[in-house]
């Protein structure tokens, strides 16, 4: 039996679908039409991004059903209001006929961000690069998943100990070895990145590190986060903030070779739906650009690397400038 793999939807993939084919569905599942109730398309960019995480479009029908609910509940309870005849005596023993009638909602009834927020309850998902980015030793990574792919924060930090590293996060096999490969590709070049050492000639002297891949619950494998590894180190032990609109992927080799990764469509799917503006990917991934729709690619920069140095260079405000022509020694060196 073959295995066919299928894509998931982009953002304004969704919302074509959700325009053309959703909403409509659902008004008229829930007795409704587009003279009651209207959601403008900036509605539903706030219940793509805000409310789902998938690949398909499931989750977003679900969501636009229950604002079709919503609203349904809210007409049907005003239509069913009677009018109300109270009869009452006057002083004088005349009948006085008091009247209230039910005021209808103006239609057609518009759900705007606040109605939706209203309905939904609070955002699901909000974007938390920038505040994740804030201080060094943390990097944003790309990875592959069954819903599409996903970004991951990478974190690091050091504490006092002999030299160990420790690793969190429901890590596979293939990822606890890009993890080693990434610390001592540091250990051997942290000298070119201007990094000192406080004692001795080994960053990991008197001190583990720590690599946590954050929500610990899911399971993680796979080569592509080598350079995002190394990027946090780097950025741990130069003191120095990743920059807050990158996000990578890619293998790395023990001389710091960046080979291609599989999933690219995936990822680069994910990094725009998080807001992230800029993406390192390995040269040799530059093909897969093709498979993405261009309405995506055009809100992008690729940064296309072949070596871990092009990875820092790109990674960090500034690069590292002066250590550029030390650097292609050592590259020079290994070939």
């Given at each position: 039996?073959e ?10 993939e969704?919302?074509?679908i959700a ?6 569905k659902?008004l008229?599942e ?5 003279d009651v109730l ?5 509605s539903?960019k ?18 636009i059903g229950?604002?079709?609910?919503a ?7 005003k239509?069913?209001?009677l009018n109300?005849?109270?009869n009452s005596?006057g ?6 006929g008091?009247?209230e009638?039910?005021q209808?909602?103006?239609l057609p ?7 939706v927020?209203?309905i939904l ?5 909000e ?12 990097a ?6 069954a ?14 100990g002999?030299?160990?590293?420790i ?5 596979g ?6 993890a080693?490969l990434?610390?001592n590709?540091v250990?051997?070049h942290?000298t070119?990145y201007?990094?000192k050492?406080n004692k001795?000639n080994?960053?990991?002297e008197?001190?583990?590190i720590?690599?946590h891949f ?8 796979g080569p592509s986060?080598?350079?995002?590894i190394v ?8 003191g120095r903030?990743?920059?807050s609109d990158v ?9 710091g070779?960046?080979l291609?990764?599989?999933?690219v469509?995936?990822k680069?799917l994910?990094?725009?739906r998080?807001?992230?503006r800029r993406?390192?990917?390995?040269t040799?991934n530059k ?9 995506v ?5 690729f940064?296309?690397?072949n070596?871990?140095?092009?990875v820092?260079?790109?990674a960090?405000?500034?690069?590292f400038?002066?250590t550029?022509?030390l650097?292609?020694?050592?590259i020079?060196s290994n070939?």
């Amino acid at each position: 039996m073959e295995v066919i793999h299928v894509g998931g939807y982009t953002h304004e993939e969704k919302l074509q679908i959700a325009v053309k084919h959703l909403i409509s569905k659902q008004l008229e599942e829930h007795g409704l039409s587009n003279d009651v109730l209207v959601i403008p398309e900036e509605s539903v960019k706030i219940v793509i991004s805000k409310y789902t995480r998938e690949a398909g479009v499931r989750s977003l029908e679900r969501k636009i059903g229950a604002l079709c609910r919503a609203v349904a509940v809210k007409v049907a309870e005003k239509g069913s209001e009677l009018n109300r005849v109270s009869n009452s005596e006057g002083s004088d023993g005349d009948k006085l006929g008091v009247i209230e009638f039910s005021q209808p909602p103006e239609l057609p009834i518009v759900l705007d961000e606040n109605a939706v927020e209203d309905i939904l309850g609070p955002p699901v998902y909000e974007s938390e690069v920038c505040n994740r980015l804030s201080q060094p030793g943390v990097a944003v990574g790309l990875a592959w998943t069954a819903v599409g792919g996903d970004i991951m924060f990478v974190e690091a930090t050091t504490v006092e100990g002999d030299g160990q590293l420790i690793l969190t996060g429901q890590l596979g096999d293939v990822m606890k070895e890009s993890a080693k490969l990434a610390v001592n590709w540091v250990r051997t070049h942290y000298t070119l990145y201007g990094i000192k050492t406080n004692k001795g000639n080994d960053v990991m002297e008197n001190r583990d590190i720590h690599i946590h891949f954050p929500a610990g619950a899911i399971g993680k494998d796979g080569p592509s986060a080598g350079v995002t590894i190394v990027a946090v180190l780097v950025s741990l032990f130069s003191g120095r903030c990743v920059a807050s609109d990158v996000a990578m992927t890619g293998e790395i080799t023990l001389h710091g070779l960046v080979l291609p990764v599989g999933g690219v469509k995936e990822k680069v799917l994910a990094a725009h739906r998080s807001g992230i503006r800029r993406i390192i990917l390995p040269t040799r991934n530059k093909k897969d650009l093709l498979d993405i729709p261009k309405s995506v690619t055009a809100d992008l920069t690729f940064v296309f690397v072949n070596h871990i140095d092009d990875v820092l260079q790109a990674a960090f405000e500034g690069g590292f400038p002066e250590t550029g022509k030390l650097v292609e020694k050592v590259i020079l060196s290994n070939l």
